[in-house]
């Protein structure tokens, strides 16, 4: 394993790190470990007698931030937190975590830079590769399959509701007239000649429908309603929920999410707006120029909710 790996920039770092409110002693699950870099900073704050969960369907990227917590509770020693990592979809939480168990709750939507970085993963047009696009790749179609095997209708709605492209369904003929689609390299070079950037934007064209393809292949929406359904039932009472999204479709289930939880009284709403990257972060980190980050406290009143499945 190579330091560079270890290399990654966690978006609102601190702004996440004060919101949780982590105190020794506490139990906080972070639902997308990544490559651990919020989990480091929580690891540090949580003491001897303190719990983190770490939950990650990416093996690679768990198996890294294995390397790096292991690290740090050995420098720390005997003031180590317990750790425990889960290489399970973060929608499962409810299944290993203990109902009204959790001081504070992070999932950070974004993927991660190891993804993006590495083209056998099929995430990025920017390095040709295979076109998976699998979070986990132990099972469920990938990328290639979705392209080569939905019709032209199914790829066109998927790309226009998941990716919000206006172009849809061009950018569908083209893929269907191009057939068979089996690396990033490709399916970008179709988008790009099917549909040329604008003027007005500041993207690659193939933005969207990558965006589209990996949210349909890895059930992401569905993912994140799941983990805001089961929240309020694992978190105590006075306990915190951070969520972080990169684009418009996450960041609206999660307003919604909080809004009507906070009208039933389970939630107090922390961030009347979303919490944005300031100018220094954009300077040093371009990837967090689209992250918002909402967060909430479970009121005294809130659900409680079902025991742990057995």
Same mark, same amino acid.
């Given at each position: 394993?190579?330091?560079?790996?270890?290399? %990654?920039?966690?978006? =609102?770092?601190?702004?996440? &790190?004060? =919101?949780?409110?982590?105190?020794?002693? @506490?139990?906080?699950?972070?639902?997308?470990?990544?490559?651990?870099? %919020?989990? *480091?900073?929580?690891?540090?704050?949580?003491?001897?007698?303190?719990?983190? &969960?770490?939950?990650?369907?990416?093996?690679?990227?768990?198996? =890294?931030?294995?390397?790096?917590?292991?690290?740090?509770?050995?420098?720390?020693?005997?003031?180590?937190?317990?750790?425990?990592?889960?290489?399970?979809?973060?929608?499962?939480?409810?299944?290993?975590?203990?109902?009204?168990?959790?001081?504070?709750?992070?999932?950070?939507?974004?993927?991660?830079?190891?993804?993006?970085?590495?083209?056998?993963?099929?995430?990025?047009?920017? *390095?040709?590769?295979?076109?998976?696009?699998?979070?986990?790749?132990?099972?469920?179609?990938?990328?290639?399959?979705?392209?080569?095997?939905?019709?032209?209708?199914?790829?066109?709605?998927?790309?226009?509701?998941?990716?919000?492209?206006?172009?849809?369904?061009?950018?569908?003929? @083209?893929?269907?007239?191009?057939?068979?689609?089996?690396?990033?390299?490709?399916?970008?070079?179709?988008?790009?000649?099917?549909?040329?950037?604008?003027?007005?934007? %500041?993207?690659?064209?193939?933005?969207?429908?990558?965006?589209?393809?990996?949210?349909?292949?890895?059930?992401?929406?569905?993912?994140?309603?799941?983990?805001?359904? *089961?929240?309020?039932?694992?978190?105590?009472?006075?306990?915190?929920?951070?969520?972080?999204?990169?684009?418009?479709?996450?960041?609206?289930?999660?307003?919604?999410?909080?809004?009507?939880?906070?009208?039933?009284?389970?939630?107090?709403?922390?961030?009347?707006?979303?919490?944005?990257?300031?100018?220094?972060?954009?300077?040093?980190?371009?990837?967090?120029?689209? *992250?918002?980050?909402?967060?909430?406290?479970?009121?005294?009143?809130?659900?409680?909710?079902?025991?742990?499945?057995?």
């Amino acid at each position: 394993m190579t330091k560079s790996k270890f290399s %990654h920039a966690p978006v =609102l770092y601190q702004e996440a &790190i004060d =919101l949780l409110r982590v105190r020794p002693g @506490a139990t906080v699950v972070d639902c997308t470990v990544g490559l651990a870099g %919020h989990s *480091a900073g929580i690891a540090r704050l949580l003491g001897a007698e303190g719990h983190l &969960i770490g939950f990650d369907r990416d093996a690679e990227a768990l198996g =890294l931030a294995r390397e790096k917590l292991n690290e740090i509770c050995r420098e720390l020693g005997s003031q180590a937190p317990r750790v425990t990592l889960i290489n399970e979809a973060f929608s499962s939480v409810a299944e290993h975590v203990e109902s009204n168990s959790v001081d504070g709750l992070l999932a950070d939507f974004g993927v991660s830079s190891l993804q993006l970085d590495e083209a056998e993963r099929g995430f990025s047009f920017m *390095a040709d590769g295979p076109l998976d696009m699998r979070m986990d790749t132990r099972s469920g179609p990938t990328a290639a399959q979705v392209v080569n095997e939905a019709s032209e209708r199914e790829l066109a709605d998927l790309i226009y509701e998941y990716g919000e492209e206006r172009r849809s369904r061009r950018i569908a003929r @083209a893929i269907v007239r191009g057939r068979p689609v089996t690396t990033t390299g490709e399916l970008a070079h179709i988008v790009a000649s099917a549909a040329p950037a604008m003027k007005s934007e %500041h993207i690659h064209p193939a933005t969207r429908t990558f965006q589209a393809l990996r949210i349909y292949v890895n059930r992401e929406l569905d993912e994140i309603g799941a983990l805001l359904e *089961a929240a309020p039932r694992l978190l105590k009472p006075s306990a915190r929920l951070v969520v972080i999204s990169f684009h418009s479709l996450e960041d609206r289930i999660a307003k919604d999410s909080l809004r009507e939880g906070a009208h039933q009284g389970i939630w107090k709403i922390l961030t009347k707006k979303p919490v944005t990257a300031g100018t220094e972060e954009l300077e040093s980190n371009p990837r967090a120029r689209s *992250a918002k980050l909402r967060a909430a406290e479970k009121t005294e009143i809130g659900k409680t909710g079902a025991k742990r499945k057995n």
